[in-house]
């Protein structure tokens, strides 16, 4: 579904036909414009029609209709084609959501598809539409503006995770020990950072590509916003990487917490065992009933057996007890 088309002369929005494939031609036509098309979540029928007005290469059709694409850049004889992976944070859940962003760059043209809630471009149109002298540029004005716009929302995604690490960080240390289910919490996390990386790193190497400046159909005053924007995406994926290193080292600890557990728990049962098999033993030698066990017709046999118990009870619990084992 094509939810705006507008054609830009001089990197200023102008009337021109509202059919887009009109537009096009007038485009073309004068030179110095081009249109902007924006496209939601299109069907391969939809694509198919588009694709036969803007000349666009088929291999590239079939992964804009497919989606779930890595971020990628394709050369194609006539076009420059575009994929980048978006991110939102959402705070009701703590959790990242992911959409795809493609894009479609020619002589006279401009063309955005997107996938997903998660990558509005309403705003970037109205931003750009006030920076005529950016737009003025031509069709790689609205790849730069995309693409800046991804990489702000990979900031803001990367800041919102490291505060959520921060927090789990301090469960973690927290003084009456971890709570239960944690590590389950952990590896949630941590798949969500896998995620955030899977969109931020394959983008690294063509966003750098792109700007390097050797590529033919970027105007070369780009080139420095285009390198902007590869080093945020630099920053971001330092920042990736270091939630993904503080996270393995607090399971670490909290494995290792759970293990002290664990032991503690081990020595204080061993420790009560002991506390219950010592008067088992004596029990036990006292009742196996042999004849000749003369204390066992002495009055004070009993009190002696049952006062030996105590002592050597007592003895053992404050032994332990010293040992930090109760």
């Not at 036969?52 to 084609?81: C, M, N, W």
């Not at 917490?257 to 010592?278: E, F, G, P, T, Y």
């Not at 057996?305 to 404050?318: I, Q, S």
Request: glycine residues 6%.
């Amino acid at each position: 579904m094509i939810v705006d088309s507008a054609i830009y002369r001089g990197g200023h929005r102008s009337e021109g036909p509202e059919d887009y494939s009109d537009a096009l031609a007038v485009a073309r036509r004068e030179g110095d414009a081009f249109v902007w098309v924006g496209v939601l979540e299109p069907t391969a029928d939809e694509l198919d029609l588009v694709s036969e007005e803007f000349g666009l290469h088929p291999l590239a059709i079939e992964d804009a209709v497919t989606a779930h694409q890595r971020p990628k850049v394709d050369r194609y004889p006539d076009s420059l084609f575009v994929v980048l992976k978006t991110l939102a944070y959402r705070s009701d859940g703590h959790s990242v959501s992911t959409g795809e962003l493609m894009l479609f760059l020619g002589d006279s043209y401009a063309m955005t598809i997107r996938h997903g809630s998660e990558s509005p471009l309403a705003g970037v149109r109205a931003a750009m539409e006030e920076q005529p002298e950016l737009l003025a540029q031509g069709p790689a004005a609205v790849l730069y503006a995309v693409a800046d716009l991804v990489v702000d929302q990979y900031l803001e995604v990367a800041a919102a995770l490291q505060t959520d690490l921060d927090d789990l960080e301090a469960e973690v240390f927290a003084p009456g020990g971890p709570a239960r289910g944690l590590a389950e919490r952990i590896y949630a996390f941590k798949r969500q950072v896998t995620a955030v990386r899977k969109c931020t790193g394959p983008l690294q190497e063509p966003l750098f590509r792109l700007a390097s400046g050797t590529v033919p159909t970027l105007p070369e005053k780009l080139v420095p916003y285009l390198r902007d924007v590869a080093d945020h995406l630099a920053r971001v994926n330092e920042q990736v990487d270091a939630l993904d290193r503080l996270l393995s080292d607090i399971l670490n600890a909290n494995l290792a917490q759970v293990s002290v557990q664990q032991n503690n728990d081990m020595r204080k049962i061993s420790a009560w065992a002991a506390l219950a098999a010592v008067p088992t033993m004596i029990a036990g030698v006292y009742g196996m009933n042999f004849e000749h066990m003369w204390e066992l017709r002495q009055p004070w046999g009993y009190p002696a057996a049952v006062g030996l118990m105590a002592t050597l009870c007592l003895v053992l619990h404050r032994v332990f007890k010293r040992s930090g084992w109760l």
